[in-house]
T-cell receptor
Framework: DGGITQSPKYLFRKEGQNVTLSCEQN?????MYWYRQDPGQGLRLIYY???????QKGDIAEGYSVSREKKESFPLTVTSAQKNPTAFYLC?????????????FGEGSWLTVV | QKEVEQDPGPLSVPEGAIVSLNCTYS??????FMWYRQYSRKGPELLMY????GNKEDGRFTAQVDKSSKYISLFIRDSQPSDSATYLC????????????FGKGTRLSVIA
């Protein structure tokens, strides 16, 4: 089945460590996104990519990094510079950039700092 | 003033009730409006998508957009316990180049 796969579902990070969240899609979508969701909060855009080898910062990019070497993959690294990384991370994709009627989300990854 | 305002609830209704969920926005340039449903610990799924003003119906769900009032609504008829979830509104100025702006979501519980 077509969809977006995020892994791992749950991840624990020690202070000072970098961690990478995986996002793979087989929908042949050009655009991919990373959002962060905190309890009781809406989705905030971290990074987005509209084509391979190109990406832009969203509203809260500090402390995060991404790459887009393949159309199917858009991994997110949460670096030690991110001071409050505990959150629910959502990857999404759409046929073209920000085509709201075709955006699909993965199941999310829970990151906890211990 | 935030671009998109949405009452976080929680909203609790009996099974079979009509549910009204709402968002207000401040940016008159928004033209595309979406409603997402998010079950606990899951990713959001697109429920309804509308362009500009008017109504759109899909089964038990109706989305309304009133651009003159900068107000959008989602109505759920004959609500079911399976409708218990968080509902997020989202909107954008154009398709293709501008990010979606999300509301914080309203948590809905439908009690059997």
């Amino acid at each position: 089945d077509g969809g977006i796969t995020q892994s791992p579902k749950y991840l624990f990070r020690k202070e000072g460590q970098n961690v990478t969240l995986s996002c793979e899609q087989n929908l042949n979508h050009d655009a991919m996104y990373w959002y962060r969701q905190d309890p009781g909060q809406g989705l905030r855009l971290i990074y987005y990519s509209q084509i391979v080898n190109d990406f832009q910062k969203g509203d809260i990019a500090e402390g995060y990094s991404v790459s887009r070497e393949k159309k199917e993959s858009f991994p997110l690294t949460v670096t030690s510079a991110q001071k409050n990384p505990t959150a629910f991370y959502l990857c999404a994709s759409s046929r073209t950039g920000f085509s709201g009627n075709t955006i699909y989300f993965g199941e999310g990854s829970w990151l906890t700092v211990v | 003033q935030k671009e998109v305002e949405q009452d976080p609830g929680p909203l609790s209704v009996p099974e079979g009730a009509i549910v009204s969920l709402n968002c207000t926005y401040s940016n008159s340039a928004f033209q595309y409006f979406m409603w997402y449903r998010q079950y606990s610990r899951k990713g959001p799924e697109l429920l309804m998508y509308t362009y500009s003003s008017g109504n759109k119906e899909d089964g038990r769900f109706t989305a309304q957009v009133d651009k003159s009032s900068k107000y959008i609504s989602l109505f759920i008829r004959d609500s079911q316990p399976s409708d218990s979830a968080t509902y997020l509104c989202a909107m954008s100025r154009s398709l293709g180049n501008t990010p979606l702006v999300f509301g914080k979501g309203t948590r809905l519980s439908v009690i059997a």
